[in-house]
Structures are given as C-alpha cells and as structure tokens.
C-alpha cells in the first residue's frame, strides 16, 4: 500500500478539492491496493450520504434527429447511416405509464437537438406526463436552448435537466465539436440552467480524443463553480460512422478512479454508473457503484427503436423489453450489497424542502471517514 496515495486520498476527502498534481497521481499510480483504497473511501462518502441507496431513472431516447454534427456522435447529422426515428406523444406517454407500473420515479427524456420538438410540444409532454404521474420527476436531456426556452420547461413541470459539458476547456472542446458549437454557448447553458432551478447535470467522456490531464483537472475547477446536482461520466468509445472511429476507446480503469474522485469531491452529488461503463465492461456498472456511484439509468424506450439510438458502438441493453433490464438491474444492484428505492432519488438539497425554486448550492458537507488503510 503507497502511503502517499492514501493520504492524497484522505486531503482529497478532507478538503474536497483536487489539485492537477493530485490528480496526476491518483489516476496514474498503479497497483491495485491503491486504487481499492480510493474506492472504499467514495463508497463510504456515498454510504453516509444516501445509505445502500441506488436510483434508477427511466430513460426515453424519444428521437435520434439532430441537427447537430459533435465528432464523437452515432447520431450526428451527417451520419447517413443512422436510423433516424421519432416517438409520438403517445409512445412517450405510455413509455412513462409503463416505467410508472415497474416502480421508476424518474423518467429521463433524452433526444438529439430535434427542431420537430418544439417548445410547445416539450411543454405539452412534461405537463402531461406530471399530469399522470404527480409523483415522478421529469428530466430533460435536450441539448443547448435559450434561456427561455429553459424556463417555459421548468415552469410546464421539468424537474431536472442533463446537459455534459464534454470539456470544460474551450480549445478542447473545439476539437471535439464543429464551428457551429462553442464551450462558452455550453457552459451558459448549464448556468442558466442552475439560475432557473433545475437540478442540473453535467458531465464528460473520460478517455474522449486529446483529452489531457490538464482537461480533466479544468473539468474539476468548472464544476467546483458550477455545482452541478448530478454528474455523467463513462468511457469514450468510438462510433464506427463518425471523423473519430479510429480513436482509442477511454478506459475504464480511469472512468473508475474519476467517478471515486467526484465522489469524494462532491459528496452529495447524483453520479450515475452509465451505460457507457457497462458497455466497457460487463462488470462496469458494478464497479461504479463500487467506486462511489448512486444512479442506474435503464432503458424505457420501445425495444423496436432502442438499437437506434446509438451514440457509440456495441451499446448494451438494446434488445431487451423494460421490464426484463428492470428484473436484471434490481438483481445487479442487490448482488453487490445495495437496494433499489421506488423514490425520486432527488440531490439531498432539493430532497429535504422539495421546493423547486430552492436552487441552493451542494454545500460543503462534513463526510469526515475512517476509512483505514490495507497496510
Ligand atoms: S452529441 Fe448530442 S448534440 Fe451532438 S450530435 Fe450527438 S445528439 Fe446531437
């Protein structure tokens, strides 16, 4: 066991902040002892905060349109071979009801940046999905929109909105996304999102093409400020019909160490175990959870349109009915010491007043741990 990785481990937790020669550290030292020492300390942050709690949240690829042309993305506009399809209202709803009966508290709606979708007909569906289930939240996971926009969400019923900032270092960024795209434009987003009251998410792809150390430690500081309520993390991995097939896929080593770091850095944090880590590794959601995540976000969308929806290659899940992934997860989840709540899994901050104007920010918790040390 190397000492100076366990104390690096422990400031990290004390004062939850990193620096880039921490940083450095704690993702390149090698050795197993190491990285299990990282790992039992996130797990037990996460353990203080939310129990054996994890969350599951229903996600609902609604439409596979988007104007956009991200490098990185199966979806991407100028990919002809993609399978564009769009849900109705209808199927959306229903897709809800039937999340609703397997006990989902959360539904994510997630979909390229459609123009067919409207504000109005964003507002229609929150409102009636809240309509229907008063109980559940609503998560957008749309894209980049004004300001407005944003607002008429939150105010048809939106709970929540998921948008990864993919860099928090505008250079990078750049080479990650057309002209068209900007990280200032993605950022603003995410700050507008945070003034309006959303719980908000960000998030990167470890492991994504030029990605430095330095990026990664940018991505720390920005979300410092931001205070984000959820964070989505996985593995790049390569799409076969995009300018980046040829890149090598983020590893999920790293992904694992990351996700431990946020954890320890943001106690309070919403960190989902992702698909793109379970794609990785058939282990891999496990493993997240291992390393100090709390949400699962399994599929609802119709199984006819889920091999669609495909943002990287060899996505799991694609084949299997709701019901069936539900069964799988809740077995997965259990397997490994924890248990699934039928509960909307809100950021502590929101959970205790539930009052959706609140917008505080995660305050610095005290999660001092008496994690002890293999030696
Ligand atoms: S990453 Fe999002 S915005 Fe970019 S092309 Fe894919 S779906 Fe569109």
Not at 238 to 257: E, M, Y
Not at 332 to 358: L, M, N, Q, W
């Amino acid at each position: 066991m190397d000492s100076d990785y366990a104390g690096i481990v422990d400031a990290i937790r004390e004062i939850q902040q990193i620096t880039k020669e921490q940083l450095q550290y704690i993702l390149e030292t090698e050795g197993k002892e190491n990285e299990e020492y990282l790992f039992r300390a996130a797990r037990d942050v996460a353990d203080r905060v939310f129990g054996k709690a994890v969350y599951l949240r229903g996600l609902v690829e609604f439409t596979n349109y988007c104007k956009n042309d991200c490098y990185y993305c199966g979806i991407r506009c100028s990919n002809q071979n993609a399978e564009r399809y769009r849900l109705s209202e209808e199927e959306i709803l229903s897709c809800c009801d039937m999340g609703a009966d397997l006990g989902f508290r959360t539904f994510v709606l997630q979909g390229g940046e459609d123009p067919y979708f409207t504000d109005e007909r964003i507002c229609r569906i929150v409102e009636k999905i809240k309509a229907g289930h008063p109980d559940c939240a609503v998560t957008l996971s749309i894209g980049e929109k004004s300001y407005e926009s944003y607002r008429r969400y939150y105010e048809a019923g939106a709970d929540r909105y998921l948008l990864r900032h993919e860099t928090a270092d505008n250079e990078h960024y750049c080479m990650l996304h057309p002209a068209t795209l900007s990280g200032e434009n993605r950022k603003r987003c995410l700050y507008d999102l945070k003034k309006i009251g959303f719980q908000v998410g960000c998030g990167i792809m470890v492991g994504s093409p030029y990605q430095t150390i330095d990026h990664i430690h940018e991505d720390f500081v920005f979300m410092q400020d931001l205070r984000p309520h959820m964070i989505g993390i996985g593995p790049f991995i390569a799409h076969k019909d995009t300018p980046f097939k040829d890149k090598a896929n983020g590893s999920v080593d790293r992904t694992l160490r990351i996700l431990a770091l946020l954890r320890l850095i943001f106690p309070q944090v919403l960190l989902p175990a992702t698909t793109a880590l379970g794609t990785a590794d058939p282990m891999g959601r496990e493993k997240g959870i291992l390393a100090g995540a709390n949400v699962l976000m399994p599929n609802l969308s119709p199984s006819a349109v889920r091999g669609k929806y495909l943002l990287y290659d060899g996505k799991i899940c694609t084949g299997e009915e709701a019901a069936e992934c539900n069964v799988c997860l809740k077995r997965r989840v259990e397997r490994i010491g924890y248990y699934v709540p039928e509960s909307r899994g809100d950021h502590p901050d929101f959970a205790k007043s539930d009052a959706k104007t609140d917008a505080k920010t995660d305050e610095k918790m005290d999660v001092k741990t008496d994690v002890k040390t293999d030696a």
